[in-house]
């Protein structure tokens, strides 16, 4: 007689290989209209589910889980950070987290340097001037960009997708300076030509470009206060790709409407996907790059992204710790 396969809620639309693949596995009960899942439908989710595959738009907090079923063993996230998860909560009621690390190191990598790229030579703002009919030629003085060889990158956070922003922005001719929690290896260090700052206070004070690619917890909300960020030098821009929550939003656009700051390059909101109505009006003014949460939208990524999800569900359905377990402690 076959085992009965575990009950996978999974609360958004994924790609078609991985859903496919999860209902070969699993009773895969699938989001086919990608419609969000509201906090009540969560709330059902958890109660039912052997395993709930949520994503970074989902919020699986304390009260989330506390209405789980007894059978909900393992939430195993669509994403590499898990802030939407209460994770202590998750472990105190005997559930399993885990995650999606390295496979979109690359991708958001990719996507730093082209926002960084973006704001210093203007090109989200020239890309819109042929379609709507304003170039008048060449002009020596006009939509005149920032040179980025030469000058100081400030990364905050050199864990994987720093260090893979390092290697692209090397390739550039930018200086590498670094703030971390703990200093990487010497050897890594020595690799990247990175230069480490034990003061988040004094990198920042003299960075051209600071990017943000921590991870947001606790400890990191606000990381770039008000207080931090008038720490920048006026010419200096500013790039997150990592967690809205690291910045102080308004703090940040109110600088950038005072000219306190050259630019920012924005992947990630504190709200969203509500957005800052001042971050979008300096959008439409050309102060600041924002998408909409890009980092690793690619196929290969979100593929990979489902692949890992696959391998945790299975591996801890088989009875062994899943690959990409995530602790209290390690936030």
Same mark, same amino acid.
């Given at each position: 007689?076959?085992?009965?396969?575990?009950?996978?809620?999974? =609360?958004?639309?994924?790609?078609?290989? %991985?859903?496919? #693949?999860?209902?070969?596995?699993?009773?895969?009960?699938?989001? +086919? *209209?990608?419609?969000?899942?509201?906090?009540?439908?969560? !709330?059902?989710?958890?109660?039912?589910? *052997?395993?709930?595959?949520?994503?970074?738009?989902? #919020?699986?907090?304390?009260?989330? !889980?506390? /209405?789980?079923? /007894?059978?909900?063993?393992?939430?195993? &996230?669509?994403?590499?950070?898990?802030? &939407?998860?209460?994770?202590?909560?998750?472990?105190?009621?005997?559930? =399993?987290?885990?995650?999606?690390?390295? @496979?979109?190191?690359?991708?958001?990598?990719?996507?730093?340097?082209?926002?960084?790229?973006?704001?210093?030579?203007? +090109?989200?703002?020239?890309?819109? %001037?042929?379609?709507? *009919?304003?170039?008048?030629?060449?002009?020596?003085?006009?939509?005149?960009?920032?040179?980025?060889?030469?000058?100081?990158?400030? !990364?905050?956070?050199?864990? #994987?997708?720093?260090?893979?922003?390092?290697?692209?922005?090397?390739?550039?001719?930018?200086?590498?300076?670094?703030? &971390?929690?703990?200093?990487?290896?010497?050897?890594?260090?020595?690799?990247?030509?990175? =230069?480490?700052?034990?003061?988040?206070?004094?990198?920042?004070?003299?960075?051209?470009?600071?990017? %943000?690619?921590?991870?947001?917890?606790?400890?990191?909300?606000?990381?770039?206060?008000?207080?931090?960020?008038?720490?920048?030098?006026?010419?200096?821009?500013?790039?997150?790709?990592?967690?809205? $929550?690291?910045? *102080? /939003?308004?703090?940040?656009?109110?600088?950038?409407?005072?000219? $306190?700051?050259?630019?920012?390059?924005?992947?990630?909101?504190?709200?969203?996907?509500? +957005?800052?109505? #001042?971050?979008?009006?300096?959008?439409?003014?050309?102060? @600041?790059?924002?998408?909409?949460?890009?980092?690793?939208?690619?196929?290969?990524?979100?593929?990979?992204?489902?692949?890992?999800?696959?391998?945790?569900?299975?591996?801890?359905?088989?009875?062994?710790?899943?690959?990409?377990?995530?602790?209290?402690?390690?936030?």
């Amino acid at each position: 007689m076959s085992k009965k396969k575990p009950l996978v809620v999974v =609360t958004r639309k994924l790609p078609a290989v %991985v859903e496919t #693949r999860m209902r070969e596995l699993f009773d895969a009960r699938l989001n +086919i *209209d990608d419609k969000p899942m509201s906090q009540a439908a969560l !709330i059902e989710a958890v109660k039912t589910a *052997d395993v709930l595959v949520p994503t970074v738009t989902d #919020r699986i907090d304390a009260t989330t !889980i506390a /209405e789980a079923g /007894e059978q909900l063993k393992l939430i195993a &996230n669509f994403g590499n950070g898990v802030d &939407n998860i209460d994770v202590a909560s998750a472990v105190q009621r005997g559930i =399993t987290v885990t995650n999606t690390p390295g @496979v979109l190191t690359d991708d958001t990598a990719d996507m730093t340097m082209a926002l960084i790229l973006a704001v210093a030579r203007r +090109i989200a703002e020239g890309s819109r %001037v042929i379609p709507e *009919d304003e170039w008048a030629g060449w002009s020596p003085t006009w939509m005149l960009g920032r040179r980025i060889t030469g000058k100081r990158l400030g !990364i905050v956070g050199m864990g #994987r997708i720093g260090q893979a922003l390092a290697k692209r922005a090397a390739a550039f001719g930018l200086s590498i300076h670094y703030h &971390n929690r703990r200093r990487v290896d010497a050897r890594i260090e020595e690799k990247l030509g990175a =230069t480490y700052w034990d003061s988040l206070d004094q990198m920042l004070a003299r960075m051209d470009i600071v990017s %943000v690619n921590c991870p947001h917890t606790p400890a990191t909300y606000h990381l770039l206060s008000a207080r931090r960020l008038k720490l920048m030098k006026p010419d200096a821009i500013l790039v997150n790709t990592a967690r809205g $929550e690291i910045v *102080d /939003e308004t703090a940040l656009a109110r600088m950038l409407e005072a000219g $306190e700051l050259a630019g920012a390059g924005l992947d990630v909101f504190e709200q969203e996907p509500a +957005i800052n109505p #001042r971050l979008l009006r300096l959008a439409r003014q050309h102060k @600041v790059v924002v998408l909409p949460h890009l980092g690793s939208a690619t196929h290969e990524g979100r593929a990979e992204m489902g692949e890992k999800v696959i391998v945790n569900i299975k591996t801890f359905m088989d009875g062994h710790k899943p690959p990409d377990r995530v602790l209290p402690s390690m936030l």
